[in-house]
């Protein structure tokens, strides 16, 4: 069991930068992987990003490639999402997921176990 919780969500004009973190609680943090997802009012939640166990493999969707960045700290059990160059269609509550097989980065959010409580994203243009 894994408890994690979201923060580093707020408003912020396009063009510009958030960092958001997922501290998770547990011993078994660095054996998971981990994925950031996100979603609209109405819509599915959809993959932003996602990172392995160990850091080596990192996946994000097409739409934030080369703008966001998924990483991780094992030692303060915490992964984070640099977001750059924002865009008003960013505007989402971010979640945070953890996945026991820690591997791979499944981009389906049915492949995560565990979630966080989400924080808010809005950008105005």
């Known amino acids: 069991q894994v408890q994690l919780v979201e923060s580093g969500g707020g408003l912020v004009q396009a063009g510009g930068s958030l960092r958001l973190s997922c501290a998770a609680s547990?011993?078994?943090?660095?054996?998971?992987?981990m994925g950031w997802f996100r979603q609209t009012p109405g819509k599915e939640r959809e993959f932003v990003a996602a990172i392995t166990r160990t850091g080596g493999t990192r996946s994000y969707a097409d739409s934030v490639k080369g703008r966001f960045t998924i990483s991780r700290d094992n030692a303060k059990n915490t992964v984070y999402l640099q977001m750059n160059s924002l865009k008003s269609e960013d505007t989402a509550v971010y979640y945070c997921?953890?996945?026991?097989?820690?591997?791979?980065?499944?981009?389906?959010?049915?492949?995560?176990?565990?979630w966080g409580q989400g924080t808010q994203v809005t950008v105005s243009s």
């Open positions: 997921a953890a996945r026991p097989s820690g591997g791979a980065t499944p981009t389906l959010p049915g492949s995560y176990d565990y």
């Open positions: 547990g011993r078994t943090f660095s054996s998971y992987a």
